[in-house]
């Protein structure tokens, strides 16, 4: 665990149990239990408290840490609104994200194609996702890794031309509840979730 980013999220925790909202349990949303809220956050079921972030039976100090802190601090008794979707280049600000999010979040899973479809109910099961009725490609579903983050996924097997791909698509106001450059660590941690649970 690093201390320089424990202490970077255990400062945004600061924040924001200094000014904690009364609607905040409804903006996550969460369950509270006096100063603690439970959610589910990358398919786990996560705790926040003024003592640190729980995500399964591990106490977290890194990046997921600092993911979770944020996205408490900044969170927004706003609806989610999943339509129309867009992708991580067409949000405002994300060009210096864009090469890293495509090999961390899309381009990652390319090899693991195969094996998502036939796993695709544990991994919907784990981040409370569905099947996505408009969808394109040979799979597509919408994983929850954050509750207000769901991340919309096409998987397109390979063929005799071209690889296995992916594309991860975001709401539309996707921004609203978290960084441009959260977003993409957030699809990136969660692919590297994905590919936990299909080779498990």
Known sequence: MSDQLLDIQMSYL???????????????PAIREKDRFHFKAFGEPCILSPQGITLGKQKLGGPKG????????HAKNEPLQPRPLKSY???KGSMPYQGAFTVHSEKSLGPYVSRIQ????????????????????DLSF???PLPKVPLYYNFYLADEEFP????CLFA?????????DGLADVAEYTAKK???????
């Open 142 to 144: 919408t994983l929850y």
């Open 164 to 167: 296995a791909s992916v594309t």
């Open 194 to 200: 994905i590919i936990e649970i299909v080779t498990d």
């Open 89 to 91: 280049k067409q949000i």
């Open 172 to 180: 539309a106001n996707a921004e609203v509840f978290m960084s441009v």
């Open 14 to 28: 600061k924040e924001l149990y200094d000014q904690l909202s009364e609607d905040l349990e409804q903006a996550l």
């Open 118 to 137: 036939s796993a695709k109910d544990r991994v919907m099961a784990a981040f409370d996702g569905h099947e996505n009725e408009d969808g394109k490609g």
């Open 66 to 73: 600092i993911l979770i802190a944020l996205y408490a601090r």
